[in-house]
């Protein structure tokens, strides 16, 4: 479905980023990895090669820094001749009460989860321009709609990435750019298995996931394929939950397990 087109993967060395990566990689896609170290664009490369699929590419790039995006998208200008999909996946997290979090750290969440896509996008739709065409896929998080508890940045983040996939789908749909989110719900990946392995755990999933479980890095990549393919080029703007129906719920805290949201290793 991919053939001949050109992935680039924000945070593409982590669980989701890796996740989202075999996807478009297994249709085809050429991966260009971004993150912040050598060695998690090493590491997701690896990943890849070890599936069998073509060998992909990383480039180093901090997206908090407008700088930073632009120097990584020359160096990636000189590994390909056109991108034709860029999918924002690098994100933080904190867990902290409004009344601990530090000012840094607000700016830190906010400079990588929103002003990081910007800066991303904007570079890589200069690009697309000039190709009359592309895709934008930013992950969002069921956070942006449910605004879980001790995440101030992270919620404000992730909800400040619809309104800016929604300006940009309107502002570059003249060049035939779409741009969309997906927003996960709990996911399965290594940061989180041991949570998983918790019965108890299961349970608090069983009470505010209607599909009871949580989901895979291959759940979102498929969502991210679908939107990123010619099956979705009517497609534009909107928000696509792949969270087992979760945002669907309005009692969330009920149960007697643990919550999910409120552990500190969940990323949603
Ligand atoms: N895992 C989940 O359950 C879940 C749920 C909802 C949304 N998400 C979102 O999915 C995305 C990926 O999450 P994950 O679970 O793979 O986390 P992860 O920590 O495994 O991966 C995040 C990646 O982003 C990279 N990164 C961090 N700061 C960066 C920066 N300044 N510049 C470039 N790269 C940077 C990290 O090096 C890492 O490789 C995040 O945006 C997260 O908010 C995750």
Redesign the pocket.
Known sequence: MLFGKTALI??G?????IGIAKVLAEQGARIVVL??TAE?CQHACDALLAEGLDPSDGVQ????SADSVARAFVEVDRLVDRIDILVN?????EVSSVFELSAAEWDRVIA??LS?PFYCAREAALRMRESRGGSIVN?S?VAAMLGMPHRPAYNASKAGLMGLTRNLAKDLAPWKIRVNAVA????R?P??EPYFDDPAFERGLDHVVPLGKGGTPRDVGQAVLYLSSPMAEFVTGIMLPVDGGWSSEKGYTVGDGPSPYTSST???
Do not use: Q
Not at 89 to 93: D, I, L, N, T
């Open positions: 924000t945070g060395g982590g669980g989701l980023g993150d912040m998690a790039i901090d997206v908090s996946c690098a994100g933080v997290r990588i989860n990081g992950i998080s996960p719900g709990l996911l990946t940061l989180t969940s990323s949603t």
